[in-house]
Nanobody, 127 residues
Framework: QVQLVESGGGLVQAGGSLRVSCAASGLAFSYYAMGWFRQAPGKEREFVAVIDWRSSMIYYDDSVKGRFTISRDNAKEMVHLQMNSLKPEDTAVYYC????????????????????WGQGTQVTVSS
């Protein structure tokens, strides 16, 4: 059974930092591209960042570029999202996602789709 379990969400003041993490199990982790999405109340889910299986390709949405950093540890089967200079508009539920194979990176990046999803972790940025 595949599980993606996010952690690390919380409440932070604007300008602050937070790191959310995703622990994967039940899948061949190093075969998957991993991504982060977010959904704010009343809004559609939106793409945030994606990393390929070797960490050789990384892509960010323009709204977080220069502030967020995605990384992964294949040995520990985890993916992280370091969020700096947080803004109130970053407030959302953050979801981890996985897409397999050589097409996984573009599936997440361009189609904003994935094969597996986590349950989400809440990030709230106060002004």
């Amino acid at each position: 059974q595949v599980q993606l379990v996010e952690s690390g969400g919380g409440l932070v003041q604007a300008g602050g930092s937070l790191r959310v993490s995703c622990a994967a199990s039940g899948l061949a982790f190093s075969y998957y591209a991993m991504g982060w999405f977010r959904q704010a109340p009343g809004k559609e889910r939106e793409f945030v960042a994606v990393i390929d299986w070797r960490s050789s390709m990384i892509y960010y949405d323009d709204s977080v570029k220069g502030r967020f950093t995605i990384s992964r540890d294949n040995a520990k089967e985890m993916v992280h999202l370091q969020m700096n200079s947080l803004k109130p508009e970053d407030t959302a539920v953050y979801y981890c996602a996985a897409a397999p194979g050589s097409g996984g990176f573009n599936r997440i990046r361009s189609l904003h789709d994935a094969h597996y999803w986590g349950q989400g972790t809440q990030v709230t940025v106060s002004s």
